[in-house]
């Protein structure tokens, strides 16, 4: 099993910004993906951004060259830097881990509670 836990959120403007930070422990051995997911009230849960044990990262199209994912390998942590914050952006943002099972496909199984960030305009 691996653990997650969220931290970083809160009440921003607009135009504002937060870091985000999930650390992992347990069998983190099994893992090589993480990333964050966001789900607003009504919407269903979305990718943010993940990034692989390589580094390499995939964004959605609505948050790129506006967040930023990146990894600490050393202190099993993940982190989300996000800029120019929008109202839209308001939602709980989760950190998942998982496995990449072939290109570009991954299995989350590992989810933290979430955190709230919430965008005011």
């Known amino acids: 099993q691996v653990q997650l836990v969220e931290s970083g959120g809160g009440l921003v403007q607009a135009g504002g910004s937060l870091r985000l930070s999930c650390v992992s422990s347990?069998?983190?051995?099994?893992?090589?993906?993480m990333g964050w997911y966001r789900q607003a009230p009504g919407n269903q849960r979305e990718l943010v951004a993940r990034?692989?044990?390589?580094?390499?990262?995939n964004y959605a199209d609505s948050v790129k060259g506006r967040f930023t994912i990146s990894r600490d390998n050393a202190k099993n942590a993940v982190y989300l830097q996000m800029n120019s914050l929008k109202p839209e952006d308001t939602a709980v943002y989760y950190c998942a881990a998982g496995t990449e099972v072939a290109v570009k496909k991954y299995v989350m199984p590992y989810w933290g509670k979430g955190t709230l960030v919430t965008v005011s305009s």
């Open positions: 347990g069998s983190i051995f099994s893992i090589n993906a």
């Open positions: 990034i692989s044990s390589g580094g390499s990262t």
